[in-house]
């Protein structure tokens, strides 16, 4: 624990340290607004497709729950039983991988090829969804149309700031514990553009709140993000729900997983570590940058610190990154589990939510 002075010294040097960036944020603040105002204006081309798009985004680096709200309503799209297979389509730029343009996720691709998040998906639900990249997400979805007709809804991941594509929804999420209104652009900040630019929502979501947050907090949240937005938009707050842990292979079992080493390459783990050490016992957390290329030596490094009663347990998106890594004696041997991790709407706003996309024509 850092003592009272350590604290003091390490505070002024962040504040002087933000004061140091906070021109820097200015400058760059200042040339996203301007992308935006020529957007806004007109002078830069943009793409209303004719089949509905919903868009799913943020205006900070970093983790905010993208995945597991396109998940969400990945599920709430396959609830409508009268749905066609691939009548919808989920399209990311494919952070991370290796290939460009547009591509269709298939069996044979790895995180090398169309990145972890959209072969996360893959794994969950391509036996019924379109998982596609492609950085240009206008010619994307005009492929989507010309050669795949069966696509009537597109999900766009991360595509806040993409202002080549209109979608039809914007849905905007801020971390609860970390929300826009409190932070500043790149590089004193987090966000990707002035806090102003929350206007293009047509609703915002507060994700990872607590699920104990009082309707006072609530309302205190909403008062805060109200000057950011239009007056129309409906503010939603949402939680995470983890599930079982999943074994990676079909011997192992998670009934008596208790003592655990944890893996992750998020944003921020805080969350999740958070949640380990109440429901496990936690013996040690290796955390890895967002999106990190497992190397073989890597996960080596992590079974030596595995012992007898003790399980590996990562994320979804790690999965699919380790386990291609695995030997088939090692799958099916060795304690490793994902820990799947949804979006819950506190009490009140799903049915909300429900309504909105509803209106929308999802």
């Not at 842990?245 to 992750?264: I, K, N, Q, Y």
């Not at 958070?274 to 996960?299: G, P």
């Not at 090692?330 to 909105?356: C, H, M, Q, T, W």
Request: proline share 6%; charged share 25%; net charge positive.
């Amino acid at each position: 624990m850092l003592k009272k002075g350590n604290v003091t010294k390490l505070l002024v040097k962040q504040l002087v340290l933000f004061l140091i960036l906070l021109p820097f944020s200015r400058i760059y603040g200042l040339i996203t607004g301007i992308r935006n105002l020529l957007y806004n204006r007109g002078l830069f081309e943009s793409f209303k497709p004719d089949i509905l798009t919903v868009s799913v985004g943020n205006i900070t680096v970093g983790g905010t729950g993208k995945t597991p709200m396109i998940e969400y309503l990945i599920k709430r799209h396959r609830a409508d039983k009268s749905v066609r297979p691939f009548d919808l389509a989920t399209l990311s730029r494919g952070y991370g991988r290796r290939t460009t343009g547009f591509r269709i996720t298939q069996d044979q691709d790895t995180a090398e090829t169309v990145g972890d998040e959209p072969l996360q998906l893959y794994r969950k639900f391509g036996r019924r969804v379109r998982v596609v990249v492609g950085e240009r997400r206008a010619d994307a979805i005009q492929h989507l149309q010309r050669h795949y007709p069966e696509v009537r809804r597109v999900l766009l991941d991360d595509a806040f700031q993409h202002r080549a594509v209109q979608p039809h929804l914007n849905l905007l999420l801020t971390d609860y514990n970390r929300p826009f209104y409190a932070d500043h652009p790149f590089p004193a900040g987090r966000l990707r553009e002035n806090r102003h630019g929350a206007r293009r929502a047509d609703a915002v979501i507060v994700t990872k709140c607590p699920g104990d947050l009082t309707v006072q907090e609530q309302d205190r949240i909403q008062v805060l993000i109200r000057p950011y937005i239009r007056p129309e938009t409906p503010i939603f707050f949402a939680g995470l729900r983890y599930g079982r842990p999943v074994p990676f292979g079909s011997v192992t079992s998670a009934e008596e997983l208790r003592d655990v080493v944890l893996v992750s390459g998020l944003a921020n783990a805080d969350l999740l570590e958070q949640y380990v050490q109440q429901v496990f016992v936690l013996w040690e957390h290796f955390r890895f940058a967002d999106h990190y290329a497992y190397t073989r030596a890597d996960l080596d490094r992590l079974l030596s610190r595995l012992a007898p009663g003790v399980g590996l347990l990562t994320t979804e998106k790690d999965r699919v990154k380790l386990d291609a890594l695995l030997t088939p004696d090692e799958r099916n041997r060795l304690p490793l589990y994902s820990l799947p991790i949804e979006v819950e709407f506190l009490p009140g706003y799903e049915a909300k939510f429900d309504e909105l996309l509803q209106t929308t024509g999802y």
